[in-house]
């Protein structure tokens, strides 16, 4: 599916995307240097720059603090107002191409009747309006405004967090997959290009992001399953798979729902099988100036659970659902790109053996 | 009418809404100035084409002539934000 905009709309997108790297690269860099500079000043001790409460009080009323963060807010609202704006004007379009009826290997299985759960129900995840389930062209929208959300750091193909990914994987003959929480699933392609034997599985529990995860997998030749599904409540037979991984999906839902999620994917793995989850950075392993910023999204980008899941105790999840548990860090293309306000960092990928 | 700099007309008006004005104009003006500087090159040339305005394109990021353009125009539009003054 093409999803180019028109030249007047791409152009309306593109002043938004150049704000962003506008804002990380200029005021951000700007703010670090005043933070290091009150740190040279005052000396303040670690426990201190860890507090964010005490960080909030310091840096809250500051000018170029509240110019990054009032910036950085109202350029993720027009980024999907133009997305939308510009995908709109195809809409019936796109919405025909999704209802298509495809002969091509690999499946789509949805469920009407599948209860959003509430915490996912009203929630705008990074602010996309309507969420990921209530609009029908949710993962177009998605996949152009993700591109422009990450300044195209994730490359043309948006498939840098698959290749992260594949390259902490255990080196064992996976023959079965699964991917929770696919959306558009194309994050997935270097995995399904690492494993091209196995049968590669995908669920989401929005029904606009599967259609689309089913449209661009035939149409990239990739042969995958998709079924709507909640992952905290699957499906399948116990031990169905050797393999089950989620990106980026955990800090998304409350910590009750990552034990289940945990524990219905033990559930789902054979003995052998593996579960590794791919997230961004811990707080602790980030300088705090970065931790400070990132946890800004909790309140401010529709990121209700991130704080939660960066303090909760995931190997403990792990071990609790009868994994042997370990973290590694995966090279990030993206985590090392200049101007991006985080510095350098690597993908943590908490790895799972169940026994 | 004279200017009365000491009343500040918008003192309990959201800096918030005042800035989603700005960046919706910004928004407005830099569609426009790209779709006018896509005309002038059209009549350069002496050409009609005016299909080429609706045309679907790639991101700016994979165009180095727009993407140089984009960022010289926020960078003069949002300067002040660089290193804003405290308000009052």
Known sequence: MDLRLSRERQARLDLVEGLKVYIAGQIMPSLRQEF????????PNESKLRD?????EKFGPDPLYQTSRGLQRLSQEAMW????????????????QLDSDYQDPGSLTLNSNLPMPDYYENNEFHLQPGNFHKNTIAGPIYEVGVATYTMHRYGKAGDEMGRALVSVLPDQPFKRVLYMGCGPAYKSYPIMNALPDAEHWGIDLAAPML????????????????????????DFPDGHFDLVFCMLLLHEVPTKAVTNIVNEAARVLAPGGVLA???????DSLDPLSAFLMDWDTEHNGEPYWRDYHEMDLIQAYQDAGLKAKMTEAHSEWGGAKGNYMGKFRYHVTIGHKP | MSVSPEIDYFEAVSKSDMMRVVLALATEIYAMRDRQKLLEDILAKNGADLSRLDEPVEAATYDEYRLAERDEFVARVFAA????????
């Not at chain 2, 934000?81 to 009052?88: I, V």
Request: hydrophobic share 30%.
């Open chain 1, 36 to 43: 290091e500079n009150w740190c040279d000043a005052e000396n």
């Open chain 1, 52 to 56: 964010s409460k005490f960080m909030q």
């Open chain 1, 81 to 96: 107002r133009e997305v939308i704006f510009g995908l709109d004007e195809r809409k019936t379009e796109i919405e025909k």
């Open chain 1, 211 to 234: 259609k689309y995860a089913r449209h661009r997998a035939v149409e990239n030749g990739k042969p995958m399953h998709f079924s709507q599904m909640n992952a905290e409540d699957m």
């Open chain 1, 277 to 283: 989850n791919l997230e961004l950075p811990s707080y």
């Open chain 2, 81 to 88: 934000m660089a290193s804003p003054t405290p308000s009052g």
